[in-house]
């Protein structure tokens, strides 16, 4: 396949997802979300997950923020 072809098969959803302001490389952050899930569910209080996920993936709390508001936004 080559890349034209996918991109006429994911029309449609990717023009919903760039509306949407979803980038393609938001998907290298979906584990970063699955562990903020994770950290939140077992009681941790928020500053100190964006904290540690934060370092835990080399990036700044102010991103971890974004991501997270990102993530938990309906589309």
Do not use: P, W
Not at 30 to 38: A, I, P, T, V
């Amino acid at each position: 396949m080559k890349v034209n072809e996918l991109l006429r098969i994911s029309k449609s959803l990717l023009d919903t997802l760039n509306k949407c302001g979803v980038k393609a490389l938001d998907v290298d952050y979906l584990q970063l979300y699955d562990d903020y899930l994770r950290l939140k569910e077992d009681g941790f209080k928020i500053t100190y997950i964006v904290e540690h996920l934060g370092e835990e993936y080399s990036i700044s709390v102010r991103s971890v923020f974004m991501i997270i508001k990102k993530f938990d936004t309906d589309i």
